[in-house]
């Protein structure tokens, strides 16, 4: 099997990897011909199921193996993956390929980068130490970069000529390849139709909001009676709810305090009545009948759905922001909370990548 590509958006991937590293510690990764895709399982809490077309972060992608449409199951740890990036940060190429060393599979992140380098000043120059240091000049009239004295004012003047000097780094990280048979019973959690779908508002903007709720539930907790802290063995839950009106509103409520923030104005997407068009038409679907109640104002308790979610796991859910890009969620009321996280190509004609995000409700 072969898996080799040049890294096109090192920034985005990097992102793309810190935000599924805040969610569990290893992604199942498959790769075929027609896709990359990337899933986080955690024993508790959010479950990531993410596919992107190869384009959208990486160039002359290539693979090959004996399973149907080429496909490529492996086990990543995140953590390594995303530190082996970042060192790639300021690379002008970065490459990714699938290889083994000792008869251990790796992925093997090969990184280019520049250094300016340029001569020593010359001893008697402005500058220079004037003892003939062999630090900048050597015993054969030669300096460290390999100019020969007569051309060292050639085009710098008394400096030696600037040039660029390329290093290549590589950066292993070891991983398991699956074999189909263990991820076949892998598939998306399956929930009923939502009954609101609306576009959230800015996820940076909603996650910071939501990490000042969960800090002030977390500082009513964390001190008994006596003023003695103790540990929390659950995360202080929030409460989302959205209606078919353009209303989110985020909720903390405790015996201590109860606080709300809400948005209006944002957008319900328009479903596409052909995926719907065996099963009576978008009039018998949940959203419609949420629709013809409630109001744009947000005050009417009419057509809300609500889902309590983990106030921390929450916040690193919304570190997805990171990478920009349209938020609709679907709710399933006191059930979960479905996130479709679209991500846009530079390519023109090119279908947009989806991360979706799984979030059970828990009870009030």
């Known amino acids: 099997m072969r898996f080799r590509a040049e890294i096109r958006n090192v920034h985005t991937f990097t992102k793309f990897t810190a935000s599924l590293a805040t969610l569990g510690q290893i992604a199942w990764v498959r790769l075929d011909s027609n896709d990359v895709r990337f899933t986080v399982i955690p024993e508790q809490g959010t479950q990531v199921w993410s596919v992107l077309t190869p384009d959208v972060i990486f160039d002359t992608y290539t693979i090959q193996s004996a399973a149907p449409n080429n496909t490529i199951n492996l086990e990543v740890p995140l953590a390594p993956l995303q530190r082996a990036l970042k060192s790639a940060q300021n690379a002008i190429a970065a490459n990714i390929r699938l290889t083994k060393k000792d008869n251990i599979p790796l992925l093997s992140l090969t990184i ?6 340029s001569t020593q000043p010359p001893p008697n120059a402005p500058g220079g130490s ?10 054969n009239g030669f300096y460290a970069d390999g100019h020969s004295d007569d051309l060292r004012g050639e085009s710098a003047g008394f400096f030696g000529p600037r040039h660029d000097r390329e ?3 590589t950066q292993d990280v070891p991983i398991r390849v699956l074999a189909p048979a263990s991820v076949d019973g892998l598939h998306e959690p399956r929930c009923r139709e939502p009954e609101i779908h609306i576009t ?3 996820l940076l903007q909603l996650k910071s909001i939501s990490d000042r709720f969960t800090k002030l539930a977390m500082s009513s907790k964390s001190s008994n009676r006596s003023g ?11 409460e989302l709810s959205a209606n078919m009106h353009g209303c989110l509103r985020l909720a903390l409520n405790t015996d201590a305090m109860k606080i709300n923030s809400l948005w209006t104005g944002l957008e319900n997407p328009e479903l596409d009545p052909s995926h719907y068009a065996d099963r009576g038409g ?25 889902v309590r979610v983990e106030g921390r796991d929450w916040g690193k859910v919304l570190s997805v922001g990171r990478l920009g890009g349209r938020v609709i969620a679907c709710f399933c009321h006191d059930h979960a909370l479905i996130l479709y996280v679209y991500l846009s190509s530079d390519e023109p004609g090119t279908a947009e990548s989806v991360l979706t995000y799984y979030i059970s409700s828990y009870s009030a």
């Open 228 to 238: 003695l802290t103790k540990s929390l063995t659950s995360g202080p839950k929030l």
């Open 167 to 169: 290093t290549v780094v």
């Open 130 to 139: 004037g003892f003939g240091d062999e630090s900048a000049s050597s015993a």
């Open 282 to 306: 978008l009039a018998n679907h949940p959203s419609a009948k949420m629709r013809d109640l409630g109001d744009a104002s947000g005050q009417s308790e009419e057509g809300w759905s609500t």
């Open 200 to 202: 959230l508002p800015n």
């Open 112 to 117: 280019t980068t520049t250094a300016m380098n």
